[in-house]
């Protein structure tokens, strides 16, 4: 039997930050991933990075990570393409403009940078936006985007580096435990690594992991699909949000200056599924256009499908459980790349003092799902 002081389950975002800030903190990490570093949600997201919530642990935890984001290349060394353009969320009707207001002025006690802008303000900072029927927007000009493939690689390099270890194509069948306490994590080829630690980091297989610890988990993969186009010129820095029921999300990514974007679907589709669909790639190039006619002439290069891991409310499930050792980070509901950095560091802070930084209450294991995120 191996041995270590915490086993991660999972190669994305959460998992890898939770190993790099577990080894910091001088655990011995091994971390267990089935298939390769960003196989599951993390390297099929859009990179996005936003601040703006609706619950006050949300927003802190947010911000948390903006600030990891930004030290990144002092810490590690690595140019992780983070690049603050800030975010639009347009408003096209009183309603959504009133929920807006809301969410800023709890944003604003929180020190977040983010104002109601009129018009003609979006005109200056997206001049090609069509503003039929736009009241105004949110925007925070901190927010930003960076590249997920970078970042879990930065996050992995450092595991190693601090004496970690990441086995990859190492899928963990069993969990097992002894007098309601994780003792060891079983995979596929029948080795057992015992630790007194394990953190369930699976993404989208979140809830299977955590039945093999006797612990049941609310959150359920959907399918979500994306696209991306060509390089352009270079035309806005913000993710532009249309919350609208046939809106939808996307941004330039500064490097190459190509656009990134994806839709909520209706009806939801579950499962952790990643076909693609004729339906997206017909109608995301028309929700784009309707907002920028200036990319009638830009041509789709690829599509692809991921999965978001939904809880009912919207928000993570992060920290302990029932299981004494058997920790999570999961149900990130869309935001796993913008929450990652931050509930990594703060899930080894629980782990090595029991004081998290910020307190992860709202993100309690068994909490009753009354209210959460509505920006998502």
């Not at 601040?51 to 690595?78: C, H, P, Y």
């Not at 069509?130 to 595991?159: E, M």
């Not at 990594?344 to 004081?355: C, M, P, Q, Y």
């Amino acid at each position: 039997m191996k041995t270590a002081d915490a086993i991660i389950i999972g190669g994305g975002i959460l998992g890898t930050a939770a190993g790099y800030y577990l080894a910091r903190e001088g655990f011995e990490v091994i971390l267990l991933e089935k298939e390769y570093l960003c196989a599951g949600s993390t390297g099929r997201c859009i990179g996005g990075v936003r601040q703006q919530f609706v619950t006050s642990t949300t927003i802190k935890v947010a911000m948390e990570s903006v600030r990891l984001f930004s030290t990144m290349k002092d810490e590690m060394g690595v140019d992780v393409e983070w690049y603050q353009g800030g975010y639009l969320f347009l408003a096209h009707s009183e309603e959504r403009k009133k929920e807006y207001l809301t969410a800023i002025a709890l944003q604003k006690r929180m020190g977040l940078d983010v104002d109601f802008i009129s018009a003609s303000e979006i005109r200056e900072i997206v001049p090609c936006l069509n503003l039929d029927g736009v009241l105004g927007a949110a925007y925070c000009p901190s927010d930003g985007q960076v590249n997920p493939f970078l970042v879990t690689k930065a996050y992995a390099d450092g595991i190693k580096s601090l004496g970690g270890k990441i086995l990859l194509g190492t899928e963990a069948i069993q969990i097992r435990g002894s007098d309601s306490r994780v003792t060891s994590v079983v995979t596929h080829t029948d080795e057992e690594y015992s630790a007194p630690i394990v953190v369930n980091a699976a993404g989208p297989s979140a809830k299977e992991v955590g039945r093999m610890a006797g612990v049941e988990l609310l959150c359920e993969p959907e399918r979500h699909e994306a696209l991306v186009t060509e390089r352009s010129e270079p035309l806005f820095d913000p993710m532009i949000v249309d919350y609208r029921a046939d809106g939808c999300y996307f941004i330039q990514h500064k490097p190459t200056n190509q656009f990134i974007g994806c839709y909520t679907p209706y009806p939801r589709i579950g499962g952790p599924r990643v076909d693609s669909s004729i339906e997206f790639i017909k109608e995301m190039p028309r929700r784009m256009l309707r907002l920028l006619p200036c990319l009638k002439e830009v041509k789709i290069i690829r599509q692809w499908a991921g999965s978001y891991t939904m809880t009912p409310d919207g928000s993570p499930i992060v920290g302990s459980t029932s299981l004494d050792g058997f920790l999570v980070a999961v149900g990130m509901s869309g935001h796993g790349l913008m929450l990652g950095p931050a509930l990594g560091k703060l899930l080894a802070e629980l782990v090595a003092s029991d004081r998290p930084s910020i307190p992860l209450d709202e993100f309690a294991y068994g909490r009753e799902f009354r209210t959460g995120e509505v920006l998502k």
